[in-house]
């Protein structure tokens, strides 16, 4: 077959301990999922989940110990990090029960969902989408995956992300409001899954503005550190 134009370009992400890559499909992001970021962003109580969608090519893919470089994004002076527990859905489908949700799961990541806050913040007050405040080149930055069996507890994993060496978010991937397979069913029940999609569960408290120059150190217990700086 030819095309009329090129083709965009397969986005995939590296597998520990496999020379196969992980091609990237639908990049669903969880909002709102840790009960201190909800406060900090003015909200509290527990609300039913929320989604938002990112491209696969938002996707800024950095090896293990690589340092990736993410360029400062236009139309913002408030670009602000969010580290998340990264699930990489292995078998698609529709309706899966939370309790089915893990077989469903190939792997893990750690991920950054990087935001154009003061944009984001803009379009929720005139009830508009996120889309410009979400959604961008580089916006979801991502390291190696971890198959599920060799992930380790990551349900319970500490998570954090430091800014040039300091700590700016750290909690535990326990405090999800909505656990991994809640959100499996949540998802699942609008949209159907399909092998290749990634699903960014949501930051914690911390979330802050990075500025050119900064080196972002994200981390989850068990998988491979993500490691971003900002030109
Ligand atoms: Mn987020």
Redesign the pocket.
Known sequence: MSFVVTPPAQVSVPVVGSKDRFPVGRIY???RNYVEHAKEMGFTGREAPFFFIKPADNCLVVDAGQTGEVNYPPMTEDYQH?I?LVAAIGTGGKNIKAADAKKHIYGYAVGL?M?RRDRQTEQKKQGRPWCIGKTFDQAAPIGPITPAAQAGDVENAEIFVQVNGKDRQRSNVAKLIWNIGEIIEHISAAWELRPGDLI?T??PEGVAAVVKGDTMVGSVAGLPTLTVKVI
Do not use: F, L, R
Request: net charge negative; aromatic share 10%; hydrophobic share 10%.
């Open positions: 992001c969880v909002g969010e998340e969902d935001t960014y949501g930051t």
